[in-house]
């Protein structure tokens, strides 16, 4: 079993669910980190300073915003 903070430790950014633990666990080692809610459901735009991004576009924007 690997725990969810050393999988995050060896990744360039966090997706996750909203509310999953991983984004967090990425926010406080500074890794880009995001909630992903594609059914729209989520009405907040963030969560404990994580961006909740809610379609393809958003995605594809944040993507862009931390690989260049």
């Given amino acids: 079993d690997i725990s969810a903070s050393r999988l995050v430790e060896n990744v360039d ?9 991983t ?3 990425g926010k406080n080692i500074e890794k880009p ?5 594609p059914s729209g459901t989520i ?3 963030e ?5 909740v991004l809610k379609n ?3 995605l594809a924007a944040w993507k862009h915003s931390i690989l260049g």
Avoid at 13 to 21: M, T
Avoid at 47 to 51: A, E, N, Q, R, V
């Fill in 13 to 21: 950014a966090v997706i996750s669910l909203p509310y999953s633990a």
């Fill in 23 to 25: 984004s967090i666990i």
């Fill in 33 to 37: 980190a995001i909630y992903y809610d």
């Fill in 43 to 45: 009405l907040k735009t």
């Fill in 47 to 51: 969560h404990h300073g994580i961006p």
């Fill in 56 to 58: 393809i576009s958003e």
